[in-house]
């Protein structure tokens, strides 16, 4: 199965400042097959991005996805309050469909 | 407007079986343009997919190798739902589950259930 590796792990900013989050995987993703997910306590994970760049419905521009094989990014420009939260990437090109293990964005 | 909405208990047994409902509103579980999947995350945060039902045609399921031996997940056409079982669950089971549509548009994990904490413990 493909591992996908997060980092980092725990990013802490503040509001106004750019976020960088990272996805390595194991082995190539199939047709850019990724995506990214946020997640806030006692919520379902809510999709952000589909085909390692397109974003899903709803979801504002400042909100970036970038990358293809094994090496994508999730670009925050401006965090708002609201952007705090653990973000997950996935994979969906080969089953078993597989996340990574989160980057927990908090305030600084 | 697509919802999901799970049922099912809450707490479960070791070595019983778990059993999980997920009722589906504004699309059909025999769609032809998207998979029902049951999702589960651990305590520690970690999401783990566990296996998918959906037709084409015909129906069938793919699952994934951890749970293999343990699982089914099946559609109820009449009631339009589908449902997960988990056979022989021991304490390394507890997590909360997700009911997750996939579609074929884009393929992403748009819809989720509300989630359901499944806690095994005698």
């Known amino acids: 199965e493909i591992v996908l590796t997060q980092s980092p792990g725990t990013l802490s900013l503040s509001p106004g400042e750019r976020a960088t989050l990272s996805c390595r995987a194991s082995?190539?993703?199939?047709?850019?097959?990724l995506a990214w997910y946020q997640q806030k306590p006692g919520q379902a994970p809510r999709p952000l991005i589909y085909?390692?760049?397109s974003r899903a419905t709803g979801i504002p521009d400042r909100f970036s996805g970038s990358g293809s094989g094994t090496d994508f990014t999730l670009t925050i420009s401006r965090l708002e309050p609201e952007d705090f939260a653990v973000y997950y990437c996935?994979?969906?090109?080969?089953?078993?469909?597989?996340f990574g293990q989160g980057t927990k964005l908090e305030i600084k | 407007h697509v919802q999901l909405q799970q049922s099912g208990p809450g707490l479960v047994k070791p070595s019983q079986t778990l059993s999980l409902t997920c009722a589906i509103s504004g699309d059909s579980v025999s769609s032809n343009s998207a998979t029902w999947n049951w999702i589960r995350q651990s305590p520690s945060g970690g999401l783990e997919w566990l296996g998918r039902t959906y037709y084409r045609s015909k129906w069938d399921n793919d699952y994934a190798l951890s749970v293999r031996s343990r699982i089914t997940i099946s559609p109820d056409t009449s009631k339009n739902q589908f449902s997960l079982q988990l056979n022989s669950v021991t304490p390394d089971d507890t997590a909360v589950y997700y009911c997750?549509?996939?579609?074929?548009?884009?393929?992403?994990?748009?819809?989720w259930g509300q989630g359901t904490l499944v806690t095994v413990s005698s």
């Open positions: 997750v549509r996939r579609n074929d548009y884009n393929y992403v994990f748009d819809y």
């Open positions: 085909g390692a760049s």
């Open positions: 082995q190539s993703v199939s047709s850019s097959y």
């Open positions: 996935q994979q969906y090109g080969y089953l078993p469909y597989t």
